[in-house]
């Protein structure tokens, strides 16, 4: 029977490890790679920053008192990234108002929790 193709040729058994020089460029190569691919444990390597100091909360302020300041930020932070938007134009605007739509369902969210400790007000 006529073969239309001649058998592949035996290929060579190649091993990186056929010489110690080539066993020690693979090891290098392996760490190289591991060096560039494989990212570190966030939760196993520690911080290297820090946080700043410049500005700290007085330890004798209440929770209320946090809360409700949060709440007067979150609003008027609301009301800047809306009047931002409605100054803009495509893209550029959606983003403003997604912005300013998270902000308001963290001002939700702060006010929830602020009527939790004080039922009251």
Do not use: W
């Amino acid at each position: 029977m006529f073969k239309p193709t001649p058998n592949p040729p035996e290929a060579d058994d190649v091993s990186p490890y056929t010489s110690i020089h080539s066993r020690k460029l693979n090891d290098a190569a392996n760490r190289a790679l591991d060096h560039y691919l494989n990212t570190p444990d966030q939760s196993t390597t520690p911080r290297k920053t820090r946080p700043s100091h410049m500005f700290i909360i007085a330890p004798d302020v209440d929770d209320e008192s946090l809360l409700a300041h949060a709440c007067e930020t979150l609003a008027s932070l609301n009301v800047m990234a809306s009047d931002l938007a409605f100054t803009l134009e495509g893209s550029t605007r959606s983003s403003a108002l997604a912005i300013q739509q998270m902000v308001s369902l963290v001002e939700l969210s702060v006010n929830r929790v602020l009527d939790r400790v004080n039922p009251s007000a």
